[in-house]
């Protein structure tokens, strides 16, 4: 008599590429909860919470472009731009919410533009096309403001006086706001996170632009207008980093030059650490979601423990090359 039974075999390499990032996350927590009097307490929890909707925001602006399998580097330049345009109207113009909301909207999709027609019309590599897109907008958001940050009340150049508006509190609500309890930008990362889900997995737009990241010359054969999707990931990719930039100005109550320049290596490793989330091996919203709160809660661990700010980036260096080593040896197998 046959036996038809199969033995399964338990795979911990699939298991650990499927559930890696889920165990990291659940250690972490579990291990400065016991090691830190005051990590599960609400306060410390709502202030991880708020500093990872900066870093989900911006790295769902890369994934975006990692969908064609590009890489826009220029992200954490232009939510610092975005920033500055936004306390510029305020402080500096007079202006009111809706302008300085919509306007830093609408340059971060003409910077994806940009970045866009150097990348298809040019044939420049993504990589050195965001990389001087970031370098020039660094450069224009110092120069802007004369390397100074934006703020209420602040002395204007040339013996001017002070700057005669003020952060709106309809603006800084973004940042600083709660709703039911829980902080607006969490709000904005989920319900971002939440509408980039649903578009690259749920309409055939976002499944071009997988099928494009897949395999270009496969999906132009099949007919798909290559160069227009391109520009479509590079513009969303500009719109939600201004939207990151936006969130972060309102928190910060100016507008700092470069402000978004440090979160851009946080976000680059949380986008990437994505992959692997749930076995997907591409990026995904969700993905990108889990890598950001697994970066803000080991930063937010090791600055309670005292641990020096310049050794901080050998831990997220190591979780990043774990990460990346389970995601291309499963592309190589």
Request: net charge positive; with cysteine.
């Amino acid at each position: 008599m046959k036996n038809n039974v199969k033995e399964s075999n338990f795979d911990l390499f699939k298991f650990m590429y499927k559930y890696g990032t889920i165990i990291v996350i659940l250690v972490a927590i579990l291990f400065f909860t016991f090691t830190l009097d005051n990590f599960m307490n609400f306060n410390n929890m709502t202030n991880i919470f708020r500093s990872v909707s900066i870093v989900a925001l911006i790295a769902l602006a890369i994934t975006m472009s990692l969908t064609i399998d590009g890489f826009d580097l220029s992200v954490g330049a232009v939510a610092g731009f975005a920033s500055v345009i936004a306390a510029k109207f305020m402080v500096v113009w007079e202006m009111g919410t809706v302008p300085a909301i919509i306007i830093p909207l609408i340059v971060g999709v003409l910077i994806g533009c940009i970045n866009a027609f150097f990348i298809i019309k040019m044939n420049i590599s993504d990589m050195l096309t965001t990389l001087s897109m970031m370098f020039l907008l660094t450069g224009i958001s110092i120069t802007f403001q004369s390397g100074s940050a934006i703020y209420n009340f602040m002395p204007l150049p040339n013996n001017a006086g002070m700057a005669p508006g003020t952060m709106n509190d309809a603006f800084l609500f973004i940042g600083q706001g709660k709703l039911f309890g829980i902080p607006v930008p969490v709000v904005i990362m989920l319900i971002v996170a939440l509408l980039a889900h649903v578009f690259l997995n749920q309409t055939k737009y976002g499944r071009y632009l997988y099928m494009i990241g897949g395999n270009e010359e496969a999906a132009k054969l099949s007919g798909i207008p290559i160069n227009r999707y391109k520009l479509i990931a590079y513009m969303m990719s500009g719109f939600i980093a201004a939207l990151g930039g936006l969130v972060l100005g309102a928190r910060l109550g100016s507008g700092e030059v470069d402000a978004g320049g440090p979160y851009l290596m946080d976000s680059v490793a949380a986008a990437f650490i994505g992959f692997s989330v749930f076995g997907i091996g591409k990026a995904n919203a969700f993905g990108t979601l889990f890598g950001a709160l697994l970066m803000g809660i080991l930063l937010n661990g090791l600055i309670m423990m005292d641990f020096p700010y310049y050794s901080q980036d050998i831990v997220k260096g190591i979780v990043l090359i774990l990460a990346l080593s389970l995601t291309y040896y499963k592309k190589k197998k």
